[in-house]
Every structure is written in C-alpha cells, then in structure tokens.
C-alpha cells in the first residue's frame, strides 16, 4: 500500500473546480418544479425565471389551487374590499402571511387554513394584500409590524384587502424557490467567538444559494429512483435537504460528479482548517490530527430485522474513527462524537457490490442503489468489552470507496507500529498471569504472582512466526496455537477477548504488510 498523505489524496479528487448551469426540477410541496441551477466552486445556486416555472419539457408542474388566481372572480381583481374576520378561540384568525417592506412586497396572504375563521368568510384568497386591519394601515408595514397589527386587532377584525393579480405569479413562484428550505450553516468548520451563523428568513426571492461546504450529496437515500435521474443535497446540520432531478440518468451522473467534486475540495479545505484549530486547542480529540473526514450513509438496523441507511459524519485520527449525527463545527463538538472506535482494535473490508456484506450476507441496499443500480460499500469490526461493533457504510464513488478504506488500513497499521505492545492480566493454568503481545518480540506469558515485576517468572514466550491460530469463545477464553510440542494454550482473560485478538490480528498484518505483502 502506498503512504499517500491523506491530505493530498484529497486536494486531488477534485483538480479544479467545476461548474455547470442547465434546467432541473426541485421538489417541493410534494411535486416538481421546474428551476435554472448554477454551479459554482462553492455554491449551488436554483432560481426561476420568467419563461420558468409554469411547467417543465416532461409535462410536469406546480399546480396548487391556493395559487390557482385564473379562476378567481375577475370583479374581485385590483379592487379594494373590506372583508370582517371574527377570531377563533383556537386558530385565530386562520391565515399565514408574508412579504413586508423589507421584502419590497405588500403584506400578502400566503395561506388560508381550511375550516378556520378567514376561510368561513369565504371572502379571502390567497395573494389578498392586506392593505389595513382595523383602520390601521399596513401599506408601508414591515413583516413584524404586520404580525404584531393582527394578533392586537381584538376579537373581531376589519381587513381591508386587494388582490393584486399582477403581483401574485411572482409572489408565488418566488414562495416555490422559498420553499426550497436551506439554513445557511456556519462557514467555518471551528467556531469562532462572535460568528454569526444566521440564516436569512427572507422568503420573497427568486434565487436560493445553497452553501456547497460540507454537504452531503448523495443519491437514493431519501427517494426511490429507479430512472436514476435525481440526486440530493443535505445541509451539516442535517436538517435542511434539497431533491433535484434531472432530464435523464446521463445527465443525472454528470451533475452529481460535477457538485460532488466541487465539495470533496471544499472538504480538504475544511479539514486542514479543522486541524489549524483543533491540533493546538484544547477539546479536540485528544489533541490529535484529523487524518481524513466526510459523510458516509450507514446502514441502520431497526425493529424485525429491518434496516434503513441514515448519513452520518465520519473523521479519522491517527488512532480513531470519530462518527458524528452532524458535522461539528466547534472545539467542544469534535471532542463529543456520537462513536469512537480505537483504530489498534478496528479491521476494515471493502465491498464493491452489495451482494457480499458481513459474514458473506448481502447488506440491504438503499433504495435503488448507487448510480449503477448497486451499492459501493466498506465494512468496519472493532473488538471491544461488549464484544464485536459492526458498521456498514455506503460511499457514493470508487474514489470514495479507495480512499476510505486505504486510509483505515494505513492507520490501523500505523498504530499497531505505534504502540508496540500491550499488556492484559489473565490467568493460566490456575496461575494469575499477564499477556504481554509485543510488535517485533511477539507472545509472552508472565508470572503476575510476584509484587517485584523484575523478578516475574516468563511462563512462555513464542514469536508471531510460531503462532497457528487463535480462537476465542466472545466471553472470556482465548486460545492461542502455537504448533509443536507446546500446542495450544488457553487463557483466561477475565473479560471479553475481542479486544487482544483484534489487537493480535493488526498487529500480524502490519508485520506482513511491512514485509511487502497484503495482510
């Protein structure tokens, strides 16, 4: 295996940046809607515009009756009508609105619940212009100033409206872009003191700029896709998301190759930042460099046996594997994470196709699959007192899968050299012993009876050269086989044994693998 520095490795997925522009479709409101998206280096840019937003090539529209103004009654259009609203005890007045001077819009109604006070009216629509509420005008009002107007109208409330035909289109395609939910995380990776991290709430405009830094993209997680013409966005946070879909597969592929190239720079940008923070402050995981991080979609297992895949943030150290629910952007975030698997007592396999998983089964597929209609996806084992902790995931690309797996099994070997040896009490034949399982020296068995260690009788000592086999019973017994006259020898380790096998197993492939071999 070479010693690639992590780092490289991932400048070098992406060369340069790339960029691309073209007609999609977005999800939203349950339905499709046809946008311009523009990719830049770090940022995915969706917008309508006028010729856009009626429809799209495959036949396919936003059609929403609030928004429905063409059947609407043409003496209502641009006129001036005063319309009574008596609250409701519970609902209110029954109605969202939006706009506002500072959107540069009236104060529009954008949606009337069905059953409560406005709608009993049967007066109200949506794209009404609130111009006053009990007299007071609201015709240069703020939002804020609107919302604060209506909840102290009283019990019964006096809306002057006009329905502006004219203004509705934009307000409702420009409410379809708003609806594209993104919260704009923070752009740094570290927090510092004083950053501001607020989203905008402005939802009048016909452009939404999603922050392409440490996003998840992805394709088949969220929705079945069988034409293999979608892919998806996932903010850090995990709590905005954005569908898009594209005129056919081959499209498809180039957009998400193109978008997924642009944020696996921005990642090794943000994880040499990340390490300018958290190798010299203090919370870090335990002060030590981030090797290689990224999303990952792990494979979940939930009640009778069925499995779903869910994201999830993975980061390597030269002795960990750190998994997080979302990324974390402060000191304090990155010293907590959700797992952390010591990487001495963590082995990695990598699966090409989903037909082969752990213990040779075949792991469930998200649904529909990679972009091949087949799932790239690698394994991790760590030993542990609790016994073996498993973990699937799936990654988007061969690169992906390489670098991933390449990196844990370099790692895993570094630390295995790294730690030379450990130590573990057990017992022997009756007697109180400990294991001592050394880099270069291999196994050796020593009285543990004695208080002066110096004069501790060496039970046995065997080199790896000697060693056959090893089995363990996942409770407390490991067996280690040495061949010859000696044969085999059980320990009692008093806890589980996973731990030291997974330990031993390491430590004979970092050997092997020194020697020029694969382990």
């Keep these: 295996l070479s010693q690639a520095d992590p780092a490289n490795m991932a400048l070098t997925t992406a060369a340069s940046a790339m960029t691309r522009s073209g007609l999609l479709e977005v999800y939203v409101r349950d339905r499709w809607c046809r946008v311009l998206v523009s990719l830049e280096e770090e940022t995915l840019t969706i917008s309508l515009e006028d010729s856009v937003g009626a429809g799209d090539q495959n036949g396919d529209a936003i059609r929403n009756s609030e928004y429905d103004h063409d059947q609407l009654p043409e003496s209502i259009a641009n006129h001036k009508r005063v319309v009574k609203v008596i609250k409701q005890d519970v609902g209110g007045l029954g109605i969202s609105i939006k706009g506002g001077k500072e959107n540069k819009m009236p104060i529009l109604i954008s949606k009337i619940f069905k059953g409560l006070a406005a709608d009993q009216t049967e007066s109200l ?85 999603i922050p392409l830094k440490m996003c998840y993209v992805t394709r088949n997680l969220t929705m079945p896709d069988p034409e293999q013409r979608t892919f998806e966005l996932h903010s850090p946070d995990g709590r905005s998301s954005c569908i898009l879909r594209c005129q056919d597969a081959s499209s498809a592929s180039l957009w998400f190759a193109a978008i997924h190239a642009n944020t696996s720079m921005l990642t090794a940008s943000a994880m040499a930042e990340a390490n300018s923070k958290l190798v010299s402050g203090r919370g870090s995981p335990g002060d030590r460099e981030i090797k290689h991080m990224g999303w990952l979609c792990e494979q979940a297992h939930g009640e009778g046996g069925s499995s779903t895949w869910k994201p999830v943030f993975a980061a390597l150290t030269p002795v960990d594997l750190l998994l997080y629910d979302t990324v974390p952007w402060s000191r304090e975030e990155w010293a907590v994470p959700v797992q952390s698997h010591p990487l001495l007592a963590t082995r990695c396999s990598a699966y090409f196709d989903s037909r082969v998983g752990h213990g040779g089964t075949t792991p469930s597929r998200s649904p529909g699959g990679g972009a091949s209609g087949r799932d790239l996806a690698f394994g991790t084992r760590t030993g542990s007192r609790q016994g073996i902790e498993a973990h699937l995931f799936r990654v988007e690309t061969q690169r992906d899968l390489a670098a991933w797996t390449r990196l844990i099994v370099q790692l895993c070997h570094q630390a295995a050299e790294d730690m030379k040896d450990v130590v573990q009490a057990c017992a022997w034949q009756g007697r109180e012993c400990k294991l001592i399982v050394h880099y270069e020296s291999g196994f050796t068995l020593m009285d543990n009876s004695n208080p002066n260690e110096s004069e501790s009788e060496v039970l046995w000592n065997f080199p790896f050269e000697r060693m056959r086999m090893s089995a363990d019973d996942g409770a407390r017994l490991l067996w280690l086989d040495f061949g010859g006259a000696e044969g085999e020898q059980q320990l009692d380790m008093r ?11 390491n430590f004979l492939s970092a050997k092997v693998t020194r020697m020029g071999l694969f382990a």
């Design 125 to 209: 629509y949506v794209g009404d212009a609130i111009l006053s509420v009990n007299g007071e005008d609201l015709r240069d009002a703020t939002h804020d100033e609107a919302v604060r107007a209506l909840k102290r109208a009283g019990k019964e409330v006096v809306l002057e409206v006009k329905y502006l035909r004219e203004v509705t289109p934009y307000f409702r395609r420009s409410t379809v872009i708003g609806e594209v939910g993104w919260e704009n995380a923070s752009p740094y990776v570290i927090k510092e003191p004083g950053a501001d991290n607020k989203a905008s709430t402005n939802n009048f405009t016909e452009m939404k700029t």
């Design 495 to 505: 806890t589980c044994p996973k731990p030291i096998v997974f330990i031993i197993h």
